[in-house]
């Protein structure tokens, strides 16, 4: 994937081999870069332009921007509903059909049985695969032992559970020292993983780091 940002005259290319770090030392264009891709997330129109393969995306789709990492939460809402619709194909489909009509008799079957003495009409219409997996509680666990491999199981799940998409992070390495982010780097290239860090300061250059700086002055360094 491709990201480009027309007060930046560079273009962040994910399929180089290296990990591309963008550091702006200036504070009102890391606002309004950061800005610009949150609202375009959001779905609203802006300046940067996401591609692949020739092909303009949306950022809605196919970006992810990391800001908050304290906590860091994978049971976001919309990453639990598309794992729980995954389930939910599976549940009905194929081998296991045919087990999951009769749990869903049973459980029709059993809650009829308990209401019985009620002397009111009941109904439970809203008994499905998908009613019953999100009444269990289903969610990721988030009990890591580091930051960083929190962060390659959220890119793994939304890969899995949604689709490939370009990861922004921001000031991440504020966070995790210099070994534990050379090796989150190695794995997010193990893993083929599309991602831009961004930064508003200069920290250690690594070995699989691509970086590209803006200073306070605007001034472009390679």
């Keep these: 994937m491709k990201f480009v940002c027309p007060d930046i005259n560079h273009v962040f290319d994910t399929e180089i081999g290296k990990v591309n770090s963008l550091i702006i030392e200036n504070q009102k264009l890391f606002f309004e870069v950061i800005t610009d891709i949150s609202s375009q997330i959001e779905g609203f129109d802006g300046k940067s332009v996401l591609s692949e393969e020739n092909k303009i995306l949306t950022f809605s789709k196919n970006a992810d921007l990391l800001t908050q990492f304290i906590p860091f939460d994978l049971n976001r809402k919309t990453l639990v509903n598309k794992a729980v619709s995954a389930l939910e194909q599976v549940a009905v489909s194929g081998e296991y059909f045919q087990k999951t009509a009769e749990i869903l008799s049973q459980l029709e ?30 969610e990721f666990k988030n009990d890591y032992d580091t930051l960083c491999e ?7 799940l939304v890969t899995e559970f949604d689709r490939k998409k370009l990861f922004f992070t921001v000031n991440l390495r504020s966070y995790v020292n210099d070994k534990e982010i050379e090796l989150f780097i190695e794995t997010v290239l193990q893993h083929g993983y599309n991602l831009l860090m961004i930064e508003s300061g200069e920290h250690p250059l690594l070995t699989s780091e691509q970086r590209y700086i803006i200073d306070s002055a605007l001034c472009e360094i390679c």
């Design 109 to 138: 079957a059993y809650l009829f049985e308990i209401s019985a003495n009620f002397s009111c009409d009941i109904s439970f219409s809203k008994i499905s695969a998908a009613s019953i997996i999100k009444a269990s509680g289903f």
């Design 150 to 156: 929190k962060i390659i199981d959220y890119f793994e």
